[in-house]
């Protein structure tokens, strides 16, 4: 049935608030060179200190997307990230897909992450995969976190080739971009995906290519730069397809557009 036009207009008329309200943060609308790294699915012991030491030669600040059960494990990497001055995020404990959870098993996810994230993580949250249905975001929001999805998709789980991802950063890269990237990998099957090197020589290339034109800051440090931009971001994934991805190592299509593409 088509909605009437009163309806129409009171759609029109609720919206903006909506989003403002439920929307989901891509990025800050900014002119200054400025903009984040962010690092999901960390941390791992061999590729986030690594990674840390690239990001300090080039006094470049990122966010990390932690899980909760890897940052509990490697604690002591949990606070290096801290102690380093970059600002840390929550991902959930483990990493499912949370439209498929129920709500008491979606708000287990985000507590037991931000326990084992304490006292360093902020009210910050990445949904796993960019999966995201109305109802799990609200749950962030009854939690008092800020969703924070990207505006730039390196697709560092797939290529191999840093010279590949580097270029597809630059290409997106505008002021006020938030830049996902992964340090680790958690549902990779294939043992190739786990290496991280192809990530860290891109983000090195990225760095140094930009040295002195660009700044890179953490999430929180970037929303001090402009007014964060939202959308209504809603993303699922079927089990199939998830399967697929634990499968093959691969991404599942869930996005409309490049920077929504969804993957780990
Ligand atoms: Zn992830």
């Known amino acids: 049935m088509r909605a009437s036009g009163g309806l129409r207009f009171l759609r029109r008329l609720c919206r903006p608030v909506a989003v403002r309200a439920l929307g989901t943060m891509t990025h800050v609308s900014t002119q200054e060179p400025v903009a984040a790294l962010t690092f999901d699915d960390g941390p791992d012991p061999v590729w986030t200190p690594r990674l840390l030491e690239i990001l300090d030669a080039y006094r470049a600040r990122a966010t990390f997307f932690m899980v909760g059960q890897a940052a509990h494990r490697h604690s002591g990497l949990l606070r290096r990230v801290a102690a380093s001055g970059h600002a840390i995020g929550n991902h959930s404990w483990d990493h499912p897909s949370f439209p498929s959870l129920s709500a008491r098993a979606r ?140 499968r093959r190592g691969d991404s599942p299509a869930g996005g409309t557009s490049a920077a929504k593409s969804t993957g780990p």
């Open 107 to 246: 708000r287990a996810q985000i507590r037991a992450c931000e326990r084992a994230l304490a006292p360093h993580g902020q009210r910050l949250f990445r949904p796993p995969y960019g999966h995201q249905d109305i109802w799990s975001r609200l749950d962030a929001l009854l939690l008092g976190y800020r969703v924070v999805a990207w505006s730039v998709w390196a697709a560092d789980w797939r290529d191999r080739s840093p010279s590949t991802i580097a270029a597809r950063v630059m290409d997106a890269l505008r002021p006020g971009s938030v830049v996902a990237f992964h340090d680790g990998l958690v549902d990779a099957v294939d043992e190739q995906y786990f290496d991280r090197g192809a990530t860290l020589d891109a983000v090195r290339l990225l760095l140094n290519r930009l040295a002195g034109t660009f700044s890179f800051v953490t999430v929180p440090e970037l929303l001090r730069h402009g007014r964060p931009q939202q959308v209504h971001w809603v993303t699922h994934g079927s089990a199939d397809v998830m399967a697929g991805l634990r």
